[in-house]
């Protein structure tokens, strides 16, 4: 299995600071389609999870702008470029390159 | 508008069985591939089971390989996880998603909560 490990764990911002959400495969997460199936997800407090970027860069529909991912092969980023407070929660990396999909143990990110 | 609604939980014992539900509308069920994805008290994500939108193939994680069946009835637009011989770890809330294009998650439940214990 693809082993997703994320840093820091826990991720105290202050509003309208930057944050940064680091996210590392045990393999390439390219897949023999050429393409790489990553994607980072939010949960709020108490929510379902919810889809931010997928394959790497790409934002979902109705994600604000301020969340950006970047990375390639195996090391990956997750920026948001000024937190606001509605941005509270876990973040998740998770790879659908192969079977089983397999998450990141999660990231805080909370409020100074 | 999109939706999926979980049903089934409850408090179960150990070595007995369960049927989740996942209702789906606002989209045309046959055409996508589903997802149980679960998530323990104070805990991360776990992927847990997938199907094709035919039914025509299964994955499960190894954690659960054996025990839990996925199954879907595209006529009611419903997926389904039996559950038997649960476990104590088996307890968290349990979420369907829909796979989207790309092979994300886009729509997700709210979830049904598990509890195995005795």
């Known amino acids: 299995d693809i082993v997703m490990t994320q840093t820091p764990l826990s991720s105290p911002v202050t509003l309208g600071q930057p944050a940064s959400i680091s996210c590392r495969s045990s393999?390439?997460?390219?897949?023999?389609?050429?393409?790489?199936?990553l994607s980072w997800l939010q949960q709020r407090p108490g929510q379902p999870p919810r889809l931010l970027i997928y394959?790497?860069?790409n934002r979902f529909s109705g994600v604000p702008d301020r969340f950006s991912g970047s990375g390639a092969g195996t090391d990956f980023t997750l920026k948001i470029s000024r937190v606001e407070a509605e941005d509270v929660g876990v973040y998740y990396c998770?790879?659908?390159?192969?079977?089983?999909?397999?998450f990141g143990q999660g990231t805080k990110v909370e409020i100074k | 508008q999109v939706q999926l609604v979980e049903s089934g939980g409850g408090v179960v014992q150990p070595g007995t069985s369960l049927r989740l539900s996942c209702a789906a509308s606002g989209f045309t069920f046959r055409s996508h591939g589903m997802h149980w994805v679960r998530q323990a008290p104070g805990k991360g994500l776990e992927w847990v089971a997938v199907?094709?939108?035919?039914?025509?193939?299964?994955y499960y994680a190894d954690s659960v390989q054996g025990r839990f069946t996925i199954s879907r009835d595209n006529a009611k637009n419903t997926l389904s996880l039996q559950m038997n011989s649960l476990r104590a770890e088996d307890t968290a809330m349990y979420y369907c998603?829909?796979?989207?294009?790309?092979?994300?998650?886009?729509?997700w439940g709210q979830g049904t909560m598990v509890t195995v214990s005795s």
């Open positions: 199907i094709w939108y035919d039914g025509s193939n299964k």
């Open positions: 998770t790879q659908a390159t192969q079977f089983p999909w397999t």
């Open positions: 394959k790497i860069s």
């Open positions: 998603a829909r796979w989207g294009d790309s092979k994300i998650l886009d729509t």
């Open positions: 393999q390439s997460l390219v897949h023999s389609d050429g393409n790489t199936y």
